[in-house]
């Protein structure tokens, strides 16, 4: 599993939970900073740690909030109503230390190795270059987006919507490979994946290893991606080379990636076998809950937020269906009591992508809980309540994703 | 009309056409610089004048071939094979000199005019921003695009194909702003669009002011916009708002918009009288000859370029229809001797978007002329030769958009 992160550096400016006063919390490796802030003050935004890790300094740092060296995400505010993320606010969330710019100076001589196929071998970019392309555009969503929710303390980083983001994807389709290489071999369950992060020695492999799997399955909507919303991707996002499965929580689209095996049975790493495990509160990861793989439904506002003038507004905010299409999605002023159906905004990116929606609303002076609720093509609703769960993970209750909304 | 501009400051650098030498002509305001380049020299990107004009300082030099300060087009090799085109990358042609920075210190209070309906009133940005909005992907193209292919000398800007790229727009669609004022006056057959520029003194309004008329039928499709690429529109790209009218040519998106008028008739402007006329070489414009309005179906290749190795290839280009969907798009290694369909990537992004496509060869040492050939939903296809006029525009001829590529 990943290595440890410092525990429950709380952030919650630009999510108030329903209480008058909110504490921010900024901080890092357990010395944490308190601050009490009254009202709906805009100061949460300059109090953001005024640094970006050198692998992340690219990024624009007025869009994120930074919660350690490995964990940045994006602002509530800075989602905005587009139907992609720019990559400089897109969220960061490593499980091990970036390898740095080191890996990409040649790009095209980065090598994976296709195991657990008729015909494996190794492949560099430049090949799989020439194999075939698509683009495809997906939610990028980490596995604990949410957690600051979760009232009894979930460990992990305190993500509240940002740990997500919509981006173009440009590789290979895994299929494409694997056909060139014959086909997947008999009796492969699993696609298993491998970072190319060096391991510090001294320590089991097993313990940190970035090395996830997913059922065979997602064979048919995987993609080696070298490219990152149209420019080469990012060693900060995972380049040269990523392993991209649309509609999987991100720990399952593996950085720097060196191996791709179809193997039989998952793998035996940590942050397999126990990690990435939905579990009640209190109890351990083990290999018999459910692994964080599919996402499901669910939707967020983005603006107007905190405080806003009488009249006429735009409510905006992003639904994506997780693992298939959004249908449609409907806002709320009070809180869940009575619902309106919103309107999607722009072109539509494709099933894994979310999607803007707006409404339109006169808002006279007053309290609003504006909360969304997204239905995917399946018709799945979002629930009303997060399920509990001890790593505070697959959040998608609408109740907890609200925001209080001051008119005046 | 606009001011008058350097002419002929011809830049084929990315363009070669078929002659075993080319020549790269650099140069401003008739200081031609004149440099021999022999065979495939990757010089030509260095060749590049090395500033953008202040207002333009924000883009990407490397990714623009200067023409002039008011005229920057994308290099063929940087418009890469993505859905969207960066804001950063995108063509800059101004009729006017830029209104600079000042004009959009306060975007919300910015107003325009709507005229020629029933309840006529000014309106702020702030307020267009309550009363709707819509997010469009559109192909933004300037009329001369291609220019350069015309061997005549058509006077203006030399453009090859990168006087075009493709981006979104987000603002309040024109038709829910003219319902709102009680529906178009009767008798109007022409939205009429003034910029903001102010203008010279000593110079009758009427032979520079930037203000445009097209058919009252492009109601339907025409929005206000205040964002380009979810951000908001630079001064640069027409800031703080513009008139889109999605899948006209360029020079009828009107910068800084001040007024939108309904009216009987067009404009008695010069760049709609006798500006912007398609007309026989040699004729001088007139208002009895086509205006340029509706764009038509065009594409061409953009990767690779020049020179590669033999060996499986991923032929890239960009294609779209115009005014209506692109269906379709073939490829020629052979100059149009043979041609095959290519393969569309990534999501569609509507009628009025470009599609990258992709087509895979396995080319062989020796010389190939790459052409495209698109096809719009109507069944209109790109025709092999230009329709030659006296300023070059509208050119989609595919033959003289095709690369020149030497497999080694």
Redesign the interface.
Known sequence: MRAKEPTTTLDLAQNPPMVSRRRLLVGSAGALASVSLLGFSPLARSQTPATLPDYAAWKSLSDLIVHSANTMETRRDAI?????T?SDKLFVRNNLPSPGEAIATDRDAWTVNIEGVKNPRALTIAEL?????????AVLQCSGNGRAFFPHGASGTQWSVGAAGCV?W?GVPLRTVVDALGGVADGMNYITSTGGEELPEGIDPKTIRVERSVPVAALDRAILAWEL??DPLPVTHGGPLRMVVPGYYGVNNVKYVRHIAFTPNQTDTKIQVSGYRLRDIGVKGASDQPSMWEMNVKSWVTSPLEQTPQ????IYGVAFGGSRAVASVEVSLDGGGNWQQARF??????PF?WR?F?L?ANLAPGDYRVVSRATDSDGNSQPENRTENERGYGHNGWKDHGVTLKVT
């Open positions: 905005g109503s587009g139907v992609l720019p270059k020439t194999m075939g392309v698509e683009t495809v555009a173009l440009t919303n149209d009249g006429r507004h735009m905004l722009g072109p539509d990116l494709g992508a803007p707006v339109a």
